[in-house]
Nanobody
Framework: QVQLMESGGGLVQPGGSLRLSCAGSGFTLDNYAVGWFRQAPGKEREGVSCISSRDGKTYYADSVKGRFAISRDNLKSTVYLQMNSLKTEDTAVYFC?????????????GGQGTQVTVSS
């Protein structure tokens, strides 16, 4: 069964950090642009970041630039999202997605998501 497995979510205080991981089950991520979208309660899903498959070029939403960093380890077939200086407005379910677009508007399909809660 082909699926995406996210991990690393949790509860963190404002200003804290978390690292999300995304691994492919039944396939490898190496040949795909992989990214993260998020959805907060009552809000539409929004693109957070995307990393290309070939040259590792990265793309970020304005709201997370300078605070989040996406990376990939093709030997482990894993994509990471390092989230620093977290804010309460970062609270959302974060989804790993395949074939994300550079404008962070589209993707092919995603995982089940992992909850990130930023609260004091």
């Amino acid at each position: 069964q082909v699926q995406l497995m996210e991990s690393g979510g949790g509860l963190v205080q404002p200003g804290g950090s978390l690292r999300l991981s995304c691994a492919g089950s039944g396939f490898t991520l190496d040949n795909y642009a992989v990214g993260w979208f998020r959805q907060a309660p009552g809000k539409e899903r929004e693109g957070v970041s995307c990393i290309s498959s070939r040259d590792g070029k990265t793309y970020y939403a304005d709201s997370v630039k300078g605070r989040f960093a996406i990376s990939r380890d093709n030997l482990k077939s894993t994509v990471y999202l390092q989230m620093n200086s977290l804010k309460t407005e970062d609270t959302a379910v974060y989804f790993c997605v395949i074939r994300c677009s550079a404008d962070l508007e589209d993707y092919d399909w995603g995982g089940q998501g992992t909850q990130v809660t930023v609260s004091s």
